[in-house]
């Protein structure tokens, strides 16, 4: 499986990364040790974790995730797994979580690593991500700034100042952000060469078929802050896959277990631009998903894709992926179906 170097950290991460939000709460320990297993056999060697997961978030799973990473993570050669994880940020309602993040500060991000290390029983992080910005942004389905939802925020330097005394420290290898703007972009590669300090080297926004808002003002600013994209639901919450088109609700599947995961694609043009991929897919003899992802990795901006998954035989079409290069021709329809069903931002 290709790699691509991560940042100037030294580190090589596969074009694939198993996303883990699932262990803990869709997947028991067994079965994510069989996954983690799988795609290691296959030459992953990223995996994406955060201290919030499993989700949907609850108190009584909190940190679960990490946990069965961790376990499993004790049982394999350290220096030939890049680990990421995040830390959660303030705004959204998670009381639990370390009595109620109230920023991204010194307090919080210390005592977020020290719990993710305990968790993943290991003395460092890979990459550390912030899970969503300190300061107010539109997220997670939103789609439009609004100046009186802002709120006070860490200072982006006095962020960047911890992380760098994390750094030195050796308990991170490496910064990234997550759900991030071309603002916050541009502001903390301006604040950390301002200030020498280490810089940020990956962001993890949602990109996919019918979410590609990246490819506007984001991918200018992941190139002049040379920070790689690592994609996230690049299946669109599995509507790519094909499950549940023309309004079906295939049993245990993740949106008709928790159907609010499903709310940011509810917008006008979603669902026929999700038939007309299954059928371009099908019409190329792909599975929807491996076209789906064949066309995220195709990105020159895409530094790994971040997949998941609930079953094995999920994971394997996943990781089948890789094998499939789409030829001009394919790409071409793509960008065809785009452009009659242009993506809101999501």
């Known amino acids: ?43 992953v060697n990223f995996v994406d974790a955060a201290e919030m997961y499993p989700v949907p978030t609850r108190p ?40 109620g993040p109230k920023a991204v500060d010194r307090r919080n991000i210390e005592e977020a690593l020290e719990g993710s290390l305990r968790r993943l029983a290991t003395d460092h992080v890979d ?36 992380f760098a005394d994390l750094v030195k420290a050796g308990k991170i290898r490496a910064l990234g952000l997550s759900n991030e703007t071309p603002w916050g972009l541009a502001s903390f590669g301006h604040a950390a060469r301002q200030a020498g300090l280490p810089g940020v080297v990956t962001v993890q926004n949602a990109y996919n078929l019918i979410n590609r808002a ?29 499950k549940y088109a023309r309004g079906t609700s295939p049993p245990g599947a993740r949106l008709t277990a928790f159907p609010q995961f499903g709310l940011r694609y509810r917008k006008p043009a979603v669902n026929a631009a999700v038939d007309a991929y299954v059928d371009l897919a099908r019409s190329r ?26 079953h094995r035989s999920q994971l394997e079409e996943n990781l089948s992926s890789v094998e499939v290069t789409l030829d001009a021709d ?11 069903s242009p993506s809101p931002a999501l």
């Not at 170097?5 to 028991?28: A, H, K, W």
């Not at 009584?60 to 990421?84: C, H, M, N, Q, S």
């Open 1 to 43: 499986m290709k790699r691509t170097p991560l940042g100037d950290t030294g580190l090589s991460v596969s074009e694939i990364c198993l996303g883990t939000m699932t262990f803990g709460q869709q997947n028991s320990l067994a079965e994510a040790h069989e996954q983690l297993d799988l795609a290691f056999e296959r030459g």
């Open 214 to 242: 990246f490819d506007f003002y984001p991918a200018e600013a992941a190139h002049r802050e040379n920070v790689g994209l690592l994609a996230y639901s690049p299946l669109a919450f599995g509507l790519l896959t094909g």
């Open 127 to 162: 990459l550390y991500q912030i899970h969503w910005p300190d300061r107010y942004v539109p997220a997670f389905g939103a789609s439009f700034f609004d100046p009186a939802e802002d709120r006070a925020f860490t200072p982006i330097l006095e962020q960047l100042s911890v």
């Open 285 to 310: 003899g792909l599975a929807p998903a491996v076209l789906a992802l064949a066309f995220v990795r195709s990105r020159w901006f895409v530094t790994s894709t971040i997949i998941g998954a609930t």
């Open 60 to 99: 009584e799973t909190y940190g679960r995730t990490e946990t069965i990473v961790g376990a499993w993570l004790a049982k394999r050669p350290r220096d030939r797994v890049v680990i990421a994880t995040k830390i959660a940020g303030a705004g959204r309602n998670l009381e639990w979580v370390r009595g």
């Open 330 to 340: 394919t790409l071409g329809a793509i960008d065809e179906i785009h452009a009659r």
